[in-house]
């Protein structure tokens, strides 16, 4: 089911007796400075795949319907990056669901465009009813003073102080941390450390069918689809990123599994393929 309401464009698919819908929160136009360990000739590589230069960054959020429950894969930007972002409440207002309809956000990991919708600049929880699931390694990390002091000055701010102040209001009671299983119904976390320390991925599975929810496995697909080791000045740990990306692609590649990613472009899922060692990326329409 493929509609478009105004700016708010919605695609769903179905996993067995799963719903899955993608909810975009916009976009963002990226320098090439955030690359690290880039192609020869990165610019010519994105025109060849398709892409814009500089590069346009997709934020996807993933809405799943399992057992009459709803959780939510991320929750965008709110409004903390720029209009072309935040869009996720009016993608929710136009399936028709409530943000206290929502009864647990499933976190790839804490950065601004994926947890910065948490809460508002009052604290308040915009999920009201909601669980925080996410990785154990996940708020220990962001609430490390000598990682903070580490961490470049722009990131000290927006990613330590930020991940700090969004998840502050669900901490005391509404947080469930994992270290891998079913986390909710239907759905699995799947550790892929690298790009933060708990960085997950979940696989969504019923009857036959599953869809791997991969995260931030990439940001550029027209970059790292064909060059898995280009790395992004915001992974924590790149070369982790770097191996996790790959062991990612052969898995999905090895089990014709279909993907959903943050960063991928609208619908936000695809399937993917290996011709003599290169990987490809076949959006799903
Ligand atoms: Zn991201």
Do not use: C
Not at 101 to 120: Q, V
């Amino acid at each position: 089911m493929t509609s478009t309401d105004g700016a708010a464009a919605i695609h769903s698919r179905r996993v067995g007796d799963i719903e899955v819908t993608v909810l975009p929160d916009g976009y963002l136009d990226a320098t090439l400075a955030v690359v690290r360990n880039p192609p020869p000739d990165p610019e010519d590589l994105i025109r060849r795949h398709g892409g814009r230069v500089p590069p346009r960054i997709s934020v996807n959020t993933f809405l799943v319907k399992s057992a009459d429950r709803f959780a939510l894969i991320d929750t965008g930007s709110g409004d903390s990056m720029g209009p072309t972002l935040g869009q996720l409440p009016r993608a929710l207002a136009a399936v028709g669901v409530a943000p206290g309809a929502i009864d647990a956000i499933l976190l790839t990991h804490m950065h601004p465009d994926h947890s910065n919708g948490l809460s508002d600049a009052a604290g308040q929880r915009l999920f009201p009813n909601a669980e925080v699931v996410l990785h154990e390694n996940e708020i220990p990390h962001w609430f490390d003073d000598a990682a903070m002091a580490r961490a470049i000055e722009s990131q000290r701010i927006r990613y330590f102080g930020q991940a700090r102040e969004q998840i502050a209001p669900y901490r005391r009671d509404r947080v469930r941390e994992f270290r891998a299983g079913e986390v909710f119904p239907g759905v699995t976390a799947i550790p892929i450390p690298g790009h933060t320390p708990g960085h997950t991925a979940y696989l969504v599975a019923s009857g036959r069918e599953s869809l791997l929810v991969w995260g931030d496995t990439v940001h550029i697909p027209e970059l790292q689809v064909p060059r898995p080791e280009t790395t992004m000045m915001f992974d924590t740990d790149p070369a982790a990123a770097a191996a996790s990306r790959v062991r990612v692609f052969d898995m999905v590649v090895a089990e014709n599994l279909p993907v959903a990613g943050m960063h991928l472009h609208f619908p936000g899922f695809a399937r993917m393929t290996k011709h003599a060692g290169a990987f490809a990326l076949v959006p799903e329409t």
